[in-house]
């Protein structure tokens, strides 16, 4: 499971924005000892060792579309499990995840079309979509328990890193204040879906663990 | 002549109730916003017979809904953003609710 949390941070941190984020300190030192130029974004499978560059302010711009591709890797996911999975507290997750981030998505549309602001696209937009696409890949091969539990567990370590970025990346550098309001808003849901995601993948470890034990 | 002769019956029929008629206060109207994932306030203190008004400022849908250790029942169902749903208590004692959407909020009305 540490290696299945750590590859949104991997794929984040490919894109050059999660250089503050909470439990990256290997790359913050990487950061401030040798910044490079930016790169572009890659999977979840690039390696933990790549080097770290030193990532610009992303635009308000930009903060739009990254906030919508954030949402939308979500909501998909979220399809996927009501698709695959039969376990009811999955499907309820996967149920609300659907439906909160389709609201923020639609609320962040209103909110740029509003401010006249156009989605731009960055390496980090680009890496959240790429990297929701790789996710799905690996998640529609599995089934049953085994993709209840990789849902799960992908919903707990895809909320850390996207509330990582919200909280040192895309709020401070959001110029409109009402961009910078509607991101501090979200935030709490986020916070709210990371524990929801907490308590199922909780559940199912130890469900997991009760049926080992009752094998012979 | 018929609006004194109401005045009248009025007071008569406070002066016959034992409780008195200004003792017993109007029904009140609360409120409670939704808003960042709380509900503001969590804790609110009512009277039977008052009404609460939910207002839902998140951009997703919330419930007020009663938790099951509640003497009263109530469940607003989806309240979409910028939405507002309403009950009035009927009945006393404490009320914990939840969103069911949720699980990590939570509030509770007192009503004496």
Same mark, same amino acid.
């Given at each position: 499971m540490g290696m299945k949390n750590a590859s949104w941070r991997i794929s984040l941190a490919a894109a050059g924005l999660l250089a503050a984020a909470p439990g990256c300190k290997q790359r913050e030192e990487r950061a401030a000892a040798a910044p490079a130029p930016a790169v572009t974004a890659e999977s979840s499978a690039a390696p933990p060792s790549a080097?770290?560059? +030193? +990532?610009? +302010?992303?635009? @308000?711009?930009?903060?739009?579309?990254? *906030? *919508?591709?954030?949402?939308?890797? @979500?909501?998909?996911?979220?399809?996927?499990?009501?698709?695959?999975?039969?376990?009811?507290?999955?499907?309820?997750?996967?149920?609300r995840m659907?439906?909160?981030?389709?609201?923020?998505?639609? +609320?962040? *549309?209103?909110l740029v079309t509003r401010l006249k602001v156009t989605p731009e696209e960055s390496d980090l937009s680009r890496a959240l979509t790429s990297g929701g696409a790789d996710k799905r890949s690996e998640l529609q091969r599995l089934d049953g328990d085994a993709f209840d539990r990789a849902y799960v567990d992908n919903e707990v370590a895809y909320h850390e890193a996207v509330i990582g970025v919200l909280k040192t990346q895309l709020v401070p550098a959001a110029q409109h204040p009402e961009l910078k309001d509607t991101l501090v808003g979200v935030q709490p849901a986020f916070d709210a879906h990371l524990q929801h995601a907490r308590m199922i993948q909780a559940g199912l470890a130890g469900a997991g663990a009760a049926a080992g034990e009752a094998r012979p | 002549m018929r609006?004194?002769?109401?005045?009248?019956l009025l007071a008569l029929s406070c002066a016959l109730a034992p409780a008195g008629c200004a003792a017993r206060p109007q029904p009140r109207t609360h409120h409670v916003e939704i808003r960042q994932m709380r509900f503001v306030p969590a804790q609110l203190d009512v009277a039977v017979g008052d009404t609460v008004v939910w207002t839902n400022h998140d951009v997703m849908p919330h419930t007020a809904t009663t938790a099951p250790s509640s003497s009263e029942r109530f469940d607003s169902r989806s309240i979409e953003g910028r939405g507002t749903w309403s009950f009035t208590v009927a009945t006393a004692g404490e009320h914990p609710y939840v969103c069911t959407f949720h699980p990590t909020m939570q509030g509770r009305l007192t009503a004496r």
């Open positions: 080097p770290a560059p +030193a +990532a610009p +302010a992303p635009s @308000d711009a930009q903060i739009a579309a990254i *906030v *919508v591709a954030a949402n939308q890797v @979500d909501v998909l996911a979220g399809q996927l499990a009501l698709e695959k999975s039969k376990n009811a507290q999955v499907r309820e997750l996967a149920d659907v439906t909160d981030h389709t609201a923020v998505n639609k +609320a962040a *549309v209103e | 609006a004194p002769a109401l005045g009248l």
